[in-house]
C-alpha cells in the first residue's frame, strides 16, 4: 500500500445505553460539552468527547445501537452492539478510502461497508480485522459532500 498512511484518530463504542454511558465518561473526567451530544426524539445517538484539533487529532466517540445499525449495515441483524468498538483511521483523500479499502478486501479481510459518501461529509468504509473487530478508514469532511442525517 505504497502512498496510503492511515493515521490513527477514533476509538468509537458502541452503547445500548447512550445517556448511562454519557453520565459514566464524565463522572470520569471526560470533557462532554451538551453541544457534542446528538439527540433526538427517541434519545442520545452520538456523542464526541473531544472536537478534533491539529494539535490533539484523536476523537473519543458514543453511539446508540440504532445508529450504528445505520452507519454499519453489517450489524443491523446484531442485538448484541453493546460495547462493540470501532477503531478509526484517517486517510489523506477521499480516494484513498477506496484504495485502501480494496487492498485490504483484496487481502482477504472482510469489508463490513463499503466506501460511500457519508451523511457528515466524508468517505468512508468499514473493514474487520482478524480479531472482529470493525476499522473504520475515513478522509476528511468536506460540507459539498454532506446530506441531511438519518431518522433513528
Request: cysteine-free; proline content about 7%.
Amino acid at each position: 500500500m505504497p502512498g496510503i498512511r492511515p493515521v490513527f484518530n477514533q476509538v468509537n463504542i458502541v452503547s445500548n445505553d447512550p445517556e448511562a454511558s454519557l453520565d459514566f465518561y464524565r463522572r470520569l473526567g471526560v470533557s462532554i460539552s451538551d453541544e457534542e451530544v446528538w439527540r433526538t426524539a427517541t434519545g442520545i445517538h452520538h456523542v464526541n468527547a473531544s472536537a478534533p484539533k491539529a494539535s490533539e487529532p484523536s476523537r473519543f466517540e458514543v453511539d446508540s445501537a440504532a445508529f450504528a445499525r445505520i452507519w454499519n449495515p453489517a450489524w443491523r441483524d446484531h442485538a448484541d452492539l453493546g460495547g462493540r468498538v470501532v477503531v478509526g483511521f484517517g486517510v489523506s483523500s477521499r480516494e484513498d478510502v477506496d484504495r485502501l479499502h480494496a487492498e485490504m478486501t483484496g487481502a482477504g479481510y472482510r469489508s463490513l461497508r463499503a466506501p460511500h459518501d457519508a451523511f457528515w461529509g466524508a468517505r468512508y468504509a468499514i473493514i474487520e480485522d482478524p480479531d472482529g473487530i470493525a476499522v473504520g478508514l475515513m478522509s476528511e469532511k468536506s460540507d459539498g459532500h454532506r446530506s441531511p442525517p438519518p431518522g433513528v
